[in-house]
Structure formats: C-alpha cells, structure tokens
T-cell receptor, first 110, second 113 residues
C-alpha cells in the first residue's frame, strides 16, 4: 500500500533559525495536505497543494509540491516559539483513505 | 458550530473490558474517520466512512468496530481492550476523503492496564 515518509523525525532549532521538513510518497499524489499539531493538541489543517511544482506561502511558511507529485516540503523561515509542534503531510491513499506521514516534531529553543 | 466533538477525553480500561468512543460532527460532512496516534508512528487510520450506512477498514482495524447510522455520529467500539490499544484516538471529518481538509476532534487519551 501507499507509504508516506517524513524526514527528519525530530528537529531542534534555536529561535530565529530556519526549519524544513520533507515528505516523500511511494506513489504519485493527486494532492497533498499539511497539518500542524501543537503539543497536547489535535492536528489542524494548514494548506493543500494540488498542482505539480506548486509553491504556496503563509507568512513565514513556504510549501512546495514536487514536479512528479511524489514529494513535498514545508519550510519555516526564522522560527519562533509559536512554531513548536509536529508537522504532518497527508495524501490520498488507495480507495477513500487519507494517508498521513510519520510527522516531524519541531522544538524551538530560545 | 461545535465542529467535531469527542467523548470521553480520558479513559482508563482494564484488559478485556469493552467501551465506545463517541464522535459527532455538526458540519454535515459525509466523510468521517478514526485515527490512533502513537509516539513515532504518526496517525494511523483505523476505520472510515464515506456516508451513513457505509464503513470500511483502514490500516489498523483489528480489535475495533464502527457503525454509521447517521451523518453526524461515528462511534468507535473497542471489543475487548488490550494494552496494545493504549493510544490517543482522534476522530476526523471532511467533505471528502482526500480532496478537502480534515477537521479533527480534540482526541481521547486511552490507557489499557
């Protein structure tokens, strides 16, 4: 079945440093979604990418969808303590399933 | 709108006990799903439903049952709890499976001793 892997699994950064997480699917995706989960909270939708090579920005967050639609990335510029949490990508799997990646846990130190 | 609600927030069970985790949404979403979250494992799909009366298995369905008698409700039943089912359970709803954003409930933290 479809697998969605994310790297790295953990990332510690100093506040102000940049952060990137990568998402790789074993199959071509029709779209990819990104979610953020704060510690102790539930996943919250951030964005959806649909087109090959698409790039979208939300303030300090930049999302990219690969040309082959099998990978994606999330880049945060100048991290802040409010960015702490786990970031997940998710893509449509076989049938009616949505497959989530393994997630990248971000910790930001002052 | 309350969005997606889940009860209880916390639950402790003994091995062999059964219980139902409740999930309800007031957004008239057709698609609902249950995930479990374990450290380092991400979110794994247990069961999902594309509409009232229709359910299907996800990635890790063993030990769990679901039903969808109404659009609003999607309960998850643990038949005979095992320590391996200790986890955080999230219910989610969406207009469609992978084409629209998933709205998650606050989660149920379950411990099986």
């Amino acid at each position: 079945g479809q697998q969605v892997m994310q790297i790295p699994q953990y990332q510690h950064v100093q506040e102000g440093e940049d952060f990137t997480t990568y998402c790789n699917s074993s199959t071509t995706l029709s779209n990819i979604q990104w979610y953020k989960q704060r510690p102790g909270g539930h996943p919250v939708f951030l964005i959806q990418l649909v087109k090959s090579g698409e790039v979208k920005k939300q303030k300090r967050l930049t999302f990219q969808f690969g040309e082959a639609k099998k990978n994606s990335s999330l880049h945060i510029t100048a991290t802040q303590t409010t960015d702490v949490g786990t970031y997940f990508c998710a893509g449509p799997g076989g049938g009616n399933k949505l497959t989530f990646g393994t997630g990248t846990q971000l910790k930001v130190e002052l | 709108n309350a969005g997606v609600t889940q009860t209880p927030k916390f639950q402790v069970l003994k091995t062999g006990q059964s219980m139902t985790l409740q999930c309800a949404q007031d957004m008239n979403h057709e698609y609902m799903s249950w995930y479990r979250q374990d450290p380092g494992m991400g979110l794994r799909l247990i069961h999902y439903s594309v509409g009232a009366g229709i359910t299907d298995q996800g990635e890790v369905p063993n030990g769990y049952n679901v039903s969808r008698s109404t659009t609003e409700d999607f309960p998850l039943r643990l038949l005979s709890a095992a320590p391996s089912q200790t986890s955080v359970y999230f219910c989610a709803s969406s207009l469609d499976r992978g084409l629209y954003e998933q709205y998650f409930g606050p989660g149920t933290r379950l411990t099986v001793t």
